[in-house]
Every structure is written in structure tokens, then in C-alpha cells.
């Protein structure tokens, strides 16, 4: 059974940096892209940047390009959200997913397994 799990949050002061980790277990997923989402208190989650299957393609949504940069690889089962400069709109519950890309070069179309999500917090 596919699990996947995220660690690495906290409380940070805005300026700050976290890395988040997503490590996957139980089926092998070397066609899947990696997506990461937030949900901030009493929004909904939103987000969506993603890795390829392959790595090799990346998507950042506007408001994190520049500051969070993803990697890891599937060799690993393991993959990383490095959070720079971050703000206090940042907080929030990160949630890493799963979601079936064959091509390599682009993000799943949909996710299919979610993690539990591990909390941010930025705040002086």
C-alpha cells in the first residue's frame, strides 16, 4: 500500500528557510510526478507545484518561484521542498502527492495519494 509521509515543518521568522521532505513507501513510483500543496488556516489547499517523473521538468506556482526549489529522485523514494525567504503567507500545512506521469516531462494531470502533511509556520 502506497504511504506517503512529510516531515521537516516548523516555526520559522519570516526571512527564514525549511526543507521539507516526502518519502513514499509500499509500491514503486517511478512513473509518478511529485506535486506539494498548501493549506493555509481556513482556506483551501492550493498549490500544486510539481517534479516530473523523471526530475527533469519542474513547475513552481507563482507566488514560490524563486524562493522554494524541489528535488530528490525516486532512486531515494525521497523527495525535498527547500522554502527560502519565507514570508509569513507561507504558513500553512504542506502536503506532498502522488500522481501518474508517464512522460517525464511534465506534472500528473491528478494526484492519486496524499500525505498527512506536516505544519509551517513563519511568524516573528
Known amino acids: 500500500q502506497l504511504q506517503l509521509v512529510e516531515s521537516g515543518g516548523g516555526l520559522v521568522q519570516p526571512g527564514g528557510s525549511l526543507r521539507l521532505s516526502c518519502t513514499y513507501s509500499?509500491?514503486?513510483?517511478?512513473?509518478?510526478?511529485i506535486g506539494w500543496f498548501r493549506q493555509a488556516p481556513g482556506k483551501e489547499r492550493e498549490g500544486g507545484s510539481c517534479?516530473?517523473?523523471?526530475?527533469?521538468?519542474?513547475n513552481y506556482t507563482n507566488s514560490v518561484k524563486g524562493r522554494f526549489t524541489m528535488s530528490g529522485n525516486h532512486a531515494e523514494m525521497t523527495f525535498y521542498l527547500q522554502m527560502n525567504s519565507l514570508r509569513d503567507e507561507n504558513t500553512g500545512v504542506y502536503s506532498c502527492?502522488?500522481?501518474?506521469?508517464?512522460?517525464?516531462?511534465?506534472?500528473?494531470?491528478?494526484?492519486?495519494?496524499w500525505g498527512q502533511g506536516t505544519q509551517v509556520t513563519v511568524s516573528s
Open positions: 502527492a502522488a500522481g501518474y506521469e508517464v512522460t517525464g516531462q511534465g506534472c500528473p494531470p491528478e494526484y492519486h495519494a
Open positions: 509500499g509500491v514503486p513510483l517511478d512513473y509518478y510526478g
Open positions: 517534479v516530473s517523473s523523471s526530475g527533469g521538468y519542474t
